[in-house]
């Protein structure tokens, strides 16, 4: 059941990588699997076995969501952008609440920590602003291989770091129209080249994400949440009439209830009643194995 569900995160985390204004990263932290993540890419040989159990999953979803499930995410932006835009605010304004509560409790609150979240906060409203006014251009020279791979390279900071559309990355580089039209086509020439950018960027990515979080993990989390507030500004729909205003708020609404679904899941199978049961279960087996001695 949770290598179905990790598929299922992949396919959005998937589907992030190249929906305009969605996150990637935003999407690991409301999936809570964003420090995971970073420990199981990065000591994937300490562990090989429960990493690639962990790991696959994710990334088998992640192919999906790149090459089919895109175009349902598309055609839900495009044909109702207001009931889907107001969904992942919902999931992102019911994550928030969680996420204080995870670095509060392995760090005491410190006041000066929320600089960090404003800081992060301004920067993902600078991307948001620069994301609605810069249009989608062409590389004016000659798109090689060196070029494809540094964009790979660039590219990952907007997977790797929560809040930062890879999306916006691609546009500035003017290679988004290439990138969209590679996947669509299957065009290797592009992607190869670019996959090999993004893996080696995510790499170096991790590793200093995953230092801050060793070292300044308050300030990094803080930060993290900060660009995570800053994804919801690109996500507000514009324009609304009252009866769009009202179904927005019920969308909210319904993402926020969403959200809370992982944290209810792993609530049941932590409670009490499920133990009992799992306890029964075992006297059974062992009072069964028992009987089956008796009688030899």
């Given at each position: 059941?949770?290598?179905?569900?990790?598929?299922?995160?992949?396919?959005?985390?998937?589907?992030?990588?190249?929906?305009?204004?969605?996150s990637?990263?935003v999407?690991c932290?409301?999936?809570g699997?964003?420090?995971?993540?970073?420990d199981?890419?990065?000591?994937?040989?300490?562990?090989?076995?429960?990493?690639?159990?962990?790991?696959?999953?994710?990334?088998l979803?992640?192919?999906?969501?790149?090459?089919?499930?895109?175009?349902?995410?598309?055609?839900?932006?495009?044909?109702?952008?207001?009931?889907?835009?107001?969904?992942f605010?919902?999931?992102?304004?019911?994550t928030?609440?969680?996420?204080?509560?995870?670095?509060?409790?392995?760090?005491?609150?410190?006041?000066?920590?929320?600089?960090?979240?404003?800081i992060?906060?301004?920067?993902?409203?600078i991307?948001?602003?620069?994301?609605?006014?810069?249009?989608?251009?062409?590389?004016?020279g000659?798109i090689?291989?060196?070029?494809l791979?540094?964009?790979?390279?660039?590219?990952?900071?907007?997977?790797?770091?929560?809040?930062?559309?890879s999306?916006i990355?691609?546009?500035?580089?003017?290679v988004?129209?290439?990138y969209?039209?590679?996947?669509?086509?299957?065009n290797?020439?592009?992607?190869?080249?670019m996959?090999m950018?993004?893996?080696?960027g995510?790499?170096?990515?991790?590793?200093?994400?995953?230092?801050?979080?060793?070292?300044?993990?308050?300030?990094?989390?803080?930060?993290?949440?900060?660009f995570?507030?800053?994804?919801?500004?690109?996500?507000?729909p514009?324009?609304m009439?009252?009866?769009?205003?009202?179904?927005?708020?019920?969308?909210?609404?319904?993402g926020?209830?969403?959200?809370?679904?992982?944290?209810?899941?792993?609530?049941?199978?932590?409670?009490?009643?499920?133990?009992?049961?799992?306890?029964?279960e075992?006297?059974?087996?062992h009072?069964?194995?028992?009987d089956?001695?008796?009688?030899?």
């Amino acid at each position: 059941m949770n290598g179905f569900f990790n598929i299922l995160k992949g396919v959005f985390i998937g589907a992030g990588a190249i929906v305009p204004g969605v996150s990637s990263g935003v999407l690991c932290v409301i999936f809570g699997i964003y420090e995971k993540l970073l420990d199981s890419v990065l000591n994937f040989f300490k562990d090989i076995k429960n990493n690639i159990k962990f790991l696959f999953p994710i990334a088998l979803g992640g192919v999906i969501g790149v090459l089919a499930f895109s175009n349902i995410m598309n055609y839900a932006l495009y044909e109702f952008p207001i009931q889907t835009n107001s969904i992942f605010i919902g999931l992102i304004i019911g994550t928030i609440p969680s996420l204080v509560k995870e670095v509060n409790e392995k760090e005491q609150f410190e006041l000066r920590n929320v600089i960090y979240l404003l800081i992060a906060l301004g920067i993902g409203i600078i991307t948001v602003i620069l994301e609605n006014t810069i249009s989608i251009g062409t590389y004016s020279g000659e798109i090689n291989n060196l070029y494809l791979i540094i964009c790979g390279m660039i590219m990952s900071i907007g997977i790797i770091v929560p809040g930062v559309s890879s999306t916006i990355i691609l546009m500035l580089l003017g290679v988004y129209s290439v990138y969209l039209q590679s996947i669509a086509n299957i065009n290797l020439p592009v992607l190869i080249p670019m996959g090999m950018g993004l893996v080696l960027g995510s790499i170096i990515v991790m590793k200093i994400t995953k230092k801050l979080l060793e070292k300044y993990y308050a300030q990094t989390f803080y930060s993290i949440i900060g660009f995570t507030i800053g994804s919801i500004f690109v996500l507000v729909p514009q324009g609304m009439t009252a009866l769009e205003i009202i179904l927005s708020g019920l969308c909210i609404i319904l993402g926020i209830y969403i959200s809370h679904i992982p944290d209810a899941i792993r609530n049941i199978k932590n409670s009490k009643v499920l133990k009992s049961v799992r306890t029964i279960e075992k006297l059974k087996v062992h009072s069964k194995a028992q009987d089956s001695i008796d009688k030899q």
